[in-house]
């Protein structure tokens, strides 16, 4: 009965691989969020999307790319992993108008 | 940059005192400000919310004072309890169609028994 499920909870990789982090709400909202949380807790905005439609997408590598199937997913892929790319990712949804957002639990990727 | 700033980092009260945290922005288009409660190996949760209509919102031991002229909002933890221990983050975001929150740094919050 998870809200917003994200999938590894744990991610350790090694530099230069490719990974992909999932997403899923069954909360019928329809925007999704990725955010990143640095080791300071300090937590930025990455990706939005409302309806499988990109709307935010700040200053990140083009490394990241979001893949949103349908409105109730929202995966994350990263090519070539760099060490800065350590960090706790979340997902988070919302309704369309409403910005308090329900969060994902995080997954923690570690690149070593 | 920061769009809004949070203090303190970190703070300790005792079991059933006033917890205080303060939060100021810039961007006066700011028109929704949460704020979000996070546990040790979990994501954000929304606590509260205010507009900027309101001087005051209260949900049970958690008020939010705002004082728009300012460009500040708190967040004070009434009769805190070991249970509230966990970051509090400040957010603030504008626009009906803008779908992105700008969050404050955090405060680590420890309530000692």
């Known amino acids: 009965d998870t809200a917003v499920s994200q999938t590894p909870k744990y991610l350790v990789t090694q530099m230069g691989n490719d990974k992909s982090i999932k997403c899923e709400q069954n909360?019928?909202?329809?925007?999704m969020y990725w955010y990143k949380q640095d080791s300071k807790k300090f937590l930025k905005i990455m990706f939005s999307?409302?309806?499988?439609?990109?709307?935010i997408n700040e200053t990140v590598p083009n490394r990241f790319s979001p893949k949103s199937p349908d409105k109730a997913h929202l995966n994350l892929h990263i090519n070539s992993l760099e060490l800065g790319d350590s960090a706790v990712y979340f997902c988070?949804?919302?309704?369309?108008?409403?910005?308090?957002?329900?969060f994902g639990s995080g997954t923690r990727l570690t690149v070593v | 940059q920061q769009q809004v700033k949070q203090s303190p980092q970190s703070l300790i009260v005792q079991k059933g005192g006033i917890s205080i945290i303060n939060c100021a922005y810039e961007n006066t288009a700011f028109d929704y400000f949460p704020w979000y409660q996070q546990f040790p190996g979990k994501g954000p949760a929304l606590l509260i919310a205010i507009r900027p209509d309101v001087s005051e919102k209260k949900e049970g031991r958690f008020t939010i004072s705002f004082n728009k002229s300012a460009k500040q909002f708190s967040l004070h933890i009434m009769d805190s309890q070991p249970g509230d221990s966990a970051t509090y983050f400040c957010?603030?975001?504008?626009?009906?169609?803008?779908?992105?929150?700008?969050f404050g740094a955090g405060t680590t919050v420890t309530v000692r028994a």
């Open positions: 957010a603030a975001s504008f626009g009906s169609n803008d779908y992105k929150l700008s």
């Open positions: 909360l019928g909202h329809d925007t």
């Open positions: 988070a949804s919302s309704p369309t108008g409403f910005r308090g957002y329900t």
């Open positions: 999307y409302n309806n499988k439609e990109l709307i």
